[in-house]
């Protein structure tokens, strides 16, 4: 009598599996590739490869029902297949040791990008020339932060991650003496000047930037290329009642857009005009509550290092006679306090710089012809990952390589000397 | 005649052999030294290159071939005039009334052609319908304008036809306006006079704009004619032309024939390049070719010996496009293949030797282009799409021949020239884009992964594509001939077995490698580009395949149809994946390969569905049946 448990490990065993499931990848890989085009690369990521499964498909945007598996859970089936398989028919011949390698490569591979999955972080520092920072920025993520004197010569911050801000509804916090009431969040906005002379609606409100500045809901971007600026209404309540709404948004805090803003006022109003109405903008916002003097903005996420980097030079050459990009590179000045090293390190495409579990790559530069004619300071904006598991595609590959040659090579001399004794 | 037919392959070879050593060396110069003319060098896009090249590729791109037939409208019976583009490239640059007259321009698209109201084919009024002149284009140049600034703002993804055409005619005419000012400024009658004249000027122009500029007293007309030089050669610097003229010191940066007039009248001196040219272009417009040589000589000889690297990468270069190897390795392929094919039917042992012989020289001139291509860039063999449809070829007549080594029954080298010719045909059309070694983006310029990530990849595009072809020939013979008999397709299965076995290796080691590359450039091993899910397709195909065929869940047929599979998801990988306009991968694309991979993908549907017939309708197995009756 064979039990269900004996039926279901020939399952998970079974070769009629693997196939099953690498059809679907393939599907999936497709359509996930398709997808991109309308939904954008993120987004189409989300939906059909870090999904378990998956409700229904777009495709050039005519909607299948269909329901199929994400790529979460083909790749955890394909584990668990391979796993058993090795343990079940598992046969230690010098025959199968390629098969053995190139299955141990392919399990390393999926738990390796299983755990970049969860544990990976990228983040970016954005500097001009002759700047020092010691954190990197979230693409994506935004947080509310609330800076006060913490009365012994340093500040003391409080993070509200912006996920919470997004759920709405009212936000305590032990580190904070008030609470914070959402009474709007916009994931993606655009603000618009107040001119005096104009119609303006009512304001959201009188305090801080909402006096001088409408702020509107906007489409979500889907685009690589773009992101994403939050805005949100709140009124802070402490023990004494309400101490005024306020609009916090990602754009008071973001130099490249506010910049760019001040451009397009420039063109209307004159550039003297143009920066007064984007200091505006950029001026930080307080409440006072217990004797402490609050200071708040909603930015980037940050990560701070126990060390610093300082951009001493950004170079972006070109082939001669052309605008075809051959280079960029960053030249940074690496300060660490805790082990006293201060030294130069150059960080160019395909030349990252490996610290303190941290790889930095060149990403973005401004530092070109357009930048020297426009009078901006040259700035680089370096992409910064965090994936302990970074090691773990090099094994893999190298198994499966080794793997793969071995089992090739036995059915390859196999195959020759059984011609030769016919 | 029994005696000479050991000698058959060995004679056809060298027949062949001798016709491709013929076409080594360039048609003679009657009077003008066009071809040495070729061989001088300049700067342009980023690399140094002859005069031939810029020639030859502005060409391609103009007219979409490398020469100029100036009577299109004439059958090819009817001995149509046909110039060399060193010739086409002297006139437009130096006699410009006789070249605009000439029918260069190709534009196909018909809503173009009326918007332009350009004529109609009709060999009275010595038009072809295809291809205009500057001079019949130009009264249309701001409507031109116009049209692009509009369709500029389209994503390239989402432009028609119309819109592509008009983009492709602006950037033609763009090209040809670059040559017309790189010598001279276009259109200019007299530029030796005129440019003795400007030099004579510079002292007492320069002291009228200084005096002018400080208030003083001037020479209105010296003033007024040297500010319109001036804005001349600036309008010409402008223009991004080609670069000519060498630095003064050999390690410096080339510059423009306007950039180096303006900075004249700043004090520097003016090049002997300059000079030069204008003296070569004045004897060519007076027809005097003495004196044209004569200038050619003496600018050749005032480039030694500080050039002497330039001027020998120039000439490499030049004999290099002389000998077109990638289009007589076509040629050869091609008959190679008629010859192997024949070879199945009537089981001749000398028509299968050669072919093997002929692929084999096909395959040697191949190489001879693909290592003379490396050498000269300084790379590993794919830099862009165009080589990248070289070296899959390559690889594929590789494996094709060892194939052929191993099982001599002709089927490895029907697959080697096949393959050959199929990839070699893509290369030839992808060559229209313009120069195919144009220099890599920063990302992209590094040997080391160039060597390994793109080569693996290929080499696995390449083997998933031998495997495939031989899954047509297995389908072909079997379903149209009776030529299949059970051990040519066993043995026809075992080399597709054996092959997606290599593919699978190749496809899995390079996508691996490309995302260790994306690791390094910017830390993310796996980013779900539709380039490299592409590839992780091939990788999942052949898995797929390997395990059914393990499992048993199919066997010899099974194996052949799943093969062409491989086909279709390989073909999506290489060209498809770029048609999405998204990632970064993405090169644009236009509506034709659209359209040719759609029937290609079409074509081996139909090959899946011949595979699927039960057997009793494949002609093959009937002569099976019927010879074990």
């Not at chain 1, 399952?11 to 085009?37: E, H």
């Not at chain 2, 018909?110 to 319908?129: F, H, N, R, V, Y």
């Not at chain 2, 008009?166 to 790189?182: A, G, I, P, S």
Request: charge should be negative; aromatic fraction near 10%; glycine fraction near 8%.
């Amino acid at each position: 009598m064979r039990t269900l448990v004996d039926r279901l490990i020939d399952i998970f065993i079974s070769l009629r599996l693997t196939v099953i499931l690498l059809a679907f990848a393939i599907v999936i890989v497709f359509i996930g590739t398709l997808a991109q085009v309308d939904e954008g690369l993120y987004n189409a990521q989300a939906r059909y490869f870090r999904q378990w499964l998956i409700f229904g498909l777009d495709v050039f945007g005519h909607r299948i029902p269909l329901l199929l598996p994400g790529g979460y859970l083909i790749g955890t089936m394909l584990l668990l297949n391979l796993v058993a398989a090795h343990i079940y028919r598992f046969q230690l011949s010098v025959k199968k040791i390629g098969i053995q390698l190139v299955h141990s490569g392919v399990i390393l591979l999926l738990v390796g990008q299983l755990a970049t999955d969860m544990l990976a972080r990228e983040s970016q520092m954005h500097f001009v020339e002759g700047q020092t920072k010691a954190y990197a920025e979230s693409a994506r993520s935004n947080e509310l932060a609330f800076t006060t004197d913490s009365g012994n010569g340093d500040e003391e911050v409080v993070v509200i991650p912006g996920r919470l801000l997004a759920s709405g509804g009212e936000i305590q916090d032990g580190n904070l003496p008030f609470t914070i009431r959402v009474k709007s969040y916009w994931e993606n906005s655009e603000p618009t000047f107040r001119a005096p002379m104009m119609k303006n609606g009512p304001p959201l409100t009188t305090n801080g930037v909402g006096a001088g500045f409408d702020f509107h809901p906007d489409e979500e971007t889907k685009s690589m290329d773009e992101k994403n600026v939050p805005t949100a209404l709140i009124e802070i309540i402490d023990a004494n009642g309400s101490l005024g709404d306020w609009v916090v948004s990602g754009w008071t805090s973001d130099d490249e857009m506010v910049q760019g803003l001040e451009q397009g006022y420039a063109g209307q109003v004159g550039p003297e005009m143009a920066r007064k109405i984007s200091d505006q903008l950029t001026q930080p916002q307080s409440i006072q509550t217990g004797g402490k003097t609050f200071t708040f903005a909603l930015r980037p996420e940050r990560v701070y290092f126990p060390f610093s980097l300082e951009l001493l030079k950004a170079t972006h050459t070109i082939y001669e006679g052309t605008d075809i990009p051959k280079d960029f590179r960053s030249r940074i000045r690496l300060r660490n306090p805790q082990t006293g090293e201060d030294r130069e390190v150059e960080i160019s495409m395909n030349h990252p710089m490996r610290y303190a579990g941290l790889t930095f790559y060149q990403y973005q530069m401004d530092a070109g012809q357009a930048a020297r004619e426009a009078g901006r300071v040259p700035s680089s904006v370096l992409q910064v990952v965090h994936n302990p598991s970074w090691l773990t595609p090099y094994i893999g590959c190298a198994l499966v390589a080794l793997g793969l040659t071995t089992q090739f090579m036995f059915h390859l001399v196999g195959f020759l000397s059984k011609r030769k004794t016919k | 005649m029994k005696k000479l037919k050991p000698w058959v392959p060995m004679i056809l070879t060298g027949v062949l052999a001798a016709w491709f050593l013929s076409t080594l060396t360039p048609t003679p110069d009657a009077d003008f030294k066009f071809n040495e003319f070729g061989q001088l060098p300049l700067v342009f896009n980023g690399r140094l290159k002859p005069m031939d090249s810029l020639a030859r590729n502005s060409l391609l791109e103009i007219r979409e071939k490398q020469t100029l037939d100036t009577e299109p409208w004439k059958g090819w019976d009817e001995n149509p005039k046909i110039i060399s583009a060193n010739e086409w490239l002297i006139n437009v640059m130096m006699n410009s009334a006789v070249a605009d007259a000439w029918p260069v321009f190709r534009v196909d698209n018909t809503d173009l052609i009326t918007l332009l109201k350009l004529p109609e084919a009709s060999a009275a009024q010595k038009q072809d319908g295809k291809h205009y002149s500057w001079n019949q284009i130009a009264p249309t140049f701001d409507l031109i304008n116009k049209e692009n600034d509009r369709v500029q703002k389209i994503e390239s993804a989402e432009r028609s036809a119309y819109e592509q055409a008009v983009v492709k005619v602006f950037d033609k005419l763009m090209l040809y306006e670059q040559l017309k000012n790189t010598l001279q400024p276009q259109d200019v009658p007299d530029w030796k006079e005129e440019l003795a004249d400007y030099q004579a000027m510079i002292p007492a122009g320069v002291a009228a704009l200084r005096a002018q500029q400080a208030g003083q007293k001037y020479d209105q007309a010296v003033f007024n004619t040297f500010a319109d030089d001036l804005q001349q050669l600036d309008d010409m610097s402008q223009l991004d032309a080609p670069l000519v003229v060498p630095p003064q010191d050999p390690s410096g940066n080339w510059q423009r024939v306007g950039t180096a007039l303006l900075n004249a009248a700043k004090g520097e001196p003016v090049g002997p390049a300059v000079l030069a040219y204008a003296a070569m272009g004045d004897a060519f417009r007076r027809g005097d070719a003495a004196a044209f040589n004569a200038a050619l000589a003496d600018y050749r000889a005032s480039l030694v010996p500080a050039f002497s690297p330039a001027l020998h990468k120039a000439a490499s270069e030049v004999f290099f496009n002389q000998m077109q190897p990638f289009y007589a390795a076509l040629v050869i392929y091609v008959i190679a293949g008629l010859i192997g094919v024949c070879s199945w039917f009537n089981l001749s042992e000398t028509l299968r030797r050669s072919a093997v012989w002929l692929v084999g020289l096909a395959f040697v001139i191949h190489t001879t282009g693909l290592i003379y291509r490396m050498v000269l860039e300084g790379r590993p063999p794919v830099t862009n799409l165009y080589s990248s449809a070289i070296f899959i070829g390559w690889g594929a007549v590789v494996l094709g021949l060892v194939l052929e080594k191993i099982h001599r029954n002709g089927i490895g080298a029907v697959a080697a020239a096949g393959m050959g010719f199929i990839t070699l045909i893509i290369a030839q059309n992808l060559a229209i884009d313009g120069d195919t070694m144009e220099m890599m983006r920063a990302v992209l310029d590094t040997n080391f992964w160039l060597a390994t990530h793109v080569v693996a990849v290929t080499t696995g595009y390449a083997s998933t594509f031998v495997a495939g072809f031989l899954a047509l020939i297995y389908i072909m013979r079997g379903v149209f001939t009776q030529t299949l008999d059970a051990a040519t397709g066993k043995s026809l299965a075992r080399m597709v077995y054996g092959i997606v076995c290599f593919a699978t290796l190749f496809s899995f080691v390079g996508t691996v490698l490309g995302g260790i590359w994306a690791d390094q450039s910017w830390g993310r091993f796996w980013g779900w580009d539709p380039k490299e899910n592409g590839a992780l397709i091939i990788v999942l195909w052949n898995a797929m395949i390997l395990h059914m065929r393990w499992g048993g869940m199919i066997r010899e047929r099974g194996l052949i149809v799943c093969a062409i599979g491989g086909n279709i998801v390989t073909s999506w990988s290489w060209f498809g994946v770029n048609m999405l306009g998204i990632g970064l991968h993405s090169y644009g694309f236009t509506d034709a390969a659209f359209k040719w991979l759609s029937l290609f993908v079409a074509s081996q549907m139909v090959f899946i569905l011949l595979g699927l017939l039960p057997p009793r309708m494949w002609r093959s197995s009937q002569a099976r049946t019927a010879d074990a009756a």
